[in-house]
């Protein structure tokens, strides 16, 4: 790890002797600092006096009054579809916590009573602590039952860690 | 008949005057600092703390500050020496209130053939009396370093120890030049001596009579001061908070506010010796009094015009607020219009009581002492926000070339000052060959 010196010096194949370090010769403007702060002065007094007169462009966005819009595909949290009749589309086939590279989903399943399709979800609940947003579980899903388009991502704090836990209703109803 | 300088009321208000006006501004200060720091940053600074929707642009953060530090804990760490860990602050703040008294605001007003002092302390030191008194300023910082005990609050107190008298040195001879070109010490002589124009425009002012002196002094205040780029007794990314590393509380609160008084002083002093203190340019007191209908017309359609031009932005930014707000705050744009709308109507109304029943016959020299006192408020502030401007922009300076800059650069540079001078008032001065 530790490196001499003087075989640094041979690996790059020179000595001191004949490197020079080249450092620009301040002008003597510059070596009259006064000038130097002048202009100083001046750069910050116009970013001042721009933000003071045009409020609107600063980049700050005064948040949870003005949102950002977000792109289309953006990953927020995570809501389950439902199908025509109003049931989620979701028949726990387990495709979503297979995929899931941070083990956040559990899907409980039960039988179905709907003799077409064989399996419902009883529960279906995403760990948000865990939870990575990459987005996978959506690209898995073979029914379409679960996206990430509520363009929700900073509302989801809370005060306990049971509190992260989105449950199939939450996920249902937003 | 009794002097009336000495009447208990004029007593009062000479020493009230100068007392409450640099504690009036603090909060200003502080808004100020933050705000404009924000905004030379690219940043929108404090915009939150609302009194019924009425932010003012963040000023009522202040208020919150001043809440929140008078309800914290005060801290007084185990191992501090609790007698000089508690005098300190003490010693701050009392220094720092008693500086402002010797700045004159105005010039001697006229009451029933009498002349009131405008100023807090008249005494014939002047100049020295802020010096001096400014100089145990420092003992407050040594002695909260040393009592807390504590490495970094030692290491402040060392920095500033040794800063402020390096610097002292430079902001003593750099006046050395002004004093001898107004031949007194008295700051009301100084500031009536900076009256009348030289080479028939430039306001005579201590500035264009001492351009080096002007500069020497004015960076040897900020070193004073210790703000940026001077601000090693409290460098937070070295040494934590520097002396009030161990404060919290009130007690931080006291140097916080030395501090700023100590901004306000340094620019009434900046002021008062260079810039013309109280002196209208191009305008004596004479001048002042004698067209006192004139000047009070100014000074009203000044106000008048701010009020109308205040209202109609604060119009145009209420339409944004109505847009983007649903609480209270929507209604924020209109309160503030409204209320300058009313500020300029009443500067309105006087105008038109003034013009009605013309003015009675004290009102000359008050007028005069009116407009005086607003431009010296205007020059003042002015350097406060300098200050403000120049911490924001300048990085600091490192040790060594702190005390390089202290005494090879501004001390020759003083003392060069003195000798050029002295040479030139003894052949172009007055009584001169």
């Known amino acids: 790890m530790a490196v001499e010196r003087q075989d640094l010096w041979q690996r790059l194949g020179c000595s001191p002797e004949n490197v020079r370090v080249v450092r620009p010769e301040p002008s003597i403007w510059t070596r009259v600092y006064i000038l130097e702060i002048v202009r100083g002065l001046g750069v910050t007094i116009r970013h001042m006096l721009r933000n003071l007169f045009r409020q609107q462009d600063m980049p700050t966005l005064q948040f949870p009054e003005l949102r950002r819009t977000l792109p289309p595909r953006f990953r927020g949290r995570h809501r389950l579809t439902r199908k025509a009749d109003g049931t989620p589309r979701c028949v726990a086939c387990m495709m979503c916590p297979t995929a899931c590279p941070a083990d956040c989903i559990h899907i409980e399943a039960a039988e179905s009573p709907d003799p077409r399709v064989e399996k419902i979800p009883v529960r279906f609940e995403i760990d948000l602590m865990r939870c990575i947003f990459c987005g996978y579980c959506v690209e898995a899903c073979p029914k379409d039952a679960i996206r990430m388009d509520t363009g929700i991502f900073t509302d989801m704090a809370a005060t306990r860690r049971e509190d992260f836990v989105l449950t199939m209703d939450k996920m249902l109803n937003s | 008949m009794a002097d009336l300088n000495n009447h208990w009321a004029v007593l009062v208000g000479r020493v009230a005057l100068p007392w409450l006006l640099p504690l009036l501004l603090l909060p200003l200060m502080i808004w100020l600092e933050r705000k404009a720091s924000a905004f030379m940053q690219d940043r929108t600074g404090p915009n939150r703390a609302a009194i019924a929707g009425v932010r003012l642009g963040g000023i009522v953060h202040t208020l919150a500050d001043v809440a929140k530090l008078l309800g914290k804990e005060d801290v007084v760490p185990s191992q501090v020496h609790r007698g000089y860990h508690a005098l300190a602050p003490l010693i701050a703040i009392f220094v720092a209130q008693l500086l402002f008294i010797i700045v004159p605001y105005a010039d001697d007003l006229w009451v029933n053939g009498q002349t009131v002092w405008m100023q807090g302390l008249r005494i014939d030191i002047g100049i020295l009396w802020p010096l001096a008194i400014g100089s ?163 000074l009203l359609g000044a106000g008048a015009l701010a009020g109308l031009v205040a209202a109609v932005l604060a119009g145009r930014w209420s339409r944004g607020l109505r847009r983007h707000y649903a609480d209270a705050r929507r209604h924020e744009g209109a309160v503030l219009g409204v209320l300058a709308l009313g500020a300029a109507l009443l500067a309105v109304a006087l105008l038109a009581g003034a013009h009605v029943y013309g003015l009675p016959e004290w009102a000359p020299p008050v007028v005069a002492a009116l407009a005086q006192f607003s431009i010296f408020m205007g020059k003042v502030l002015f350097f406060a926000f300098s200050f403000i401007w120049i911490r924001w922009t300048l990085p600091s300076f490192r040790y060594d070339q702190l005390m390089r800059l202290g005494w090879k650069n501004m001390m020759p540079l003083a003392l060069a000052n003195v000798a050029v001078t002295g040479i030139l008032l003894l052949f172009f001065g007055p009584g001169g060959r």
């Open chain 2, 136 to 298: 145990t300023f420092v003992y407050a910082i040594i002695i909260a370093g040393w009592a807390s005990n504590n490495k970094y609050g030692v290491l402040g107190g060392m920095r500033a120890a040794a800063q402020v008298i390096s610097y002292e040195i430079a902001l003593g001879l750099s006046i050395v030049g002004a004093l001898m070109v107004y031949g007194t010490t008295d700051l009301n002589t100084i500031v009536q001596h900076q009256q009348g124009v030289v080479w028939g425009f430039l306001p005579k002012w201590g500035i264009v009579l001492q351009p080096v002196g002007a500069l020497l002094f004015l960076t040897a205040a900020f070193a004073e001061t210790s703000r940026t780029p001077f601000d090693l007794p409290e460098r937070d990314a070295e040494i934590v908070a520097g002396y009030h590393t161990e404060y919290s509380g009130v007690r931080f609160a006291f140097f916080f506010m030395a501090e700023y008084i100590h901004i306000i002083v340094a620019s009434g002093l900046v002021t008062t010796l260079f810039f013309g203190g109280w002196q209208v340019p191009w305008l004596s007191t004479e001048q002042l009094r004698d067209h006192a209908a004139t000047v009070l017309d100014v």
